[in-house]
């Protein structure tokens, strides 16, 4: 029983900046790998950033050198800073999570709205 709950989306002007975070609560033992994703409308669902227990980030190249993905294990949180942000970048943010018990078990939050105007 994990829930995420995230949180920062907004409208804001090309070059603007955005800072997401997501909060697991729950039965958070052993989250392993944490990262966002997004999905525009009529588009699949890609994965934006990534960052490992251990601190190893991935990035879509899309969005390397603009986006900055952290952690607060104290807290459960991951974040997203969007920087240079660029209508392209338009779309509902999801957190995601790793969690490993029994199995590996994957958690979805909500998702936030990220607008960019041109």
């Known amino acids: 029983q994990v829930q995420l709950v995230e949180s920062g989306g907004g409208l804001v002007q090309a070059g603007g900046s955005l800072r997401l975070s997501c909060a697991a609560s729950g039965s958070t033992f052993n989250i392993t790998t944490m990262g966002w994703y997004r999905q525009a409308p009529g588009k699949q669902r890609e994965l934006v950033a990534s960052?490992?227990?251990?601190?190893?980030?991935n990035y879509a190249d899309s969005v390397k050198g603009r986006f900055t993905i952290s952690r607060d294990n104290a807290k459960n949180t991951v974040y997203l800073q969007m920087n240079s942000l660029k209508p392209e970048d338009t779309a509902v943010y999801y957190c995601?999570?790793?969690?490993?018990?029994?199995?590996?078990?994957?958690?979805w939050g909500q998702g936030t709205q990220v607008t960019v105007s041109s």
């Open positions: 960052i490992s227990s251990g601190g190893s980030t």
């Open positions: 995601h999570v790793f969690i490993v018990a029994l199995t590996i078990r994957g958690y």
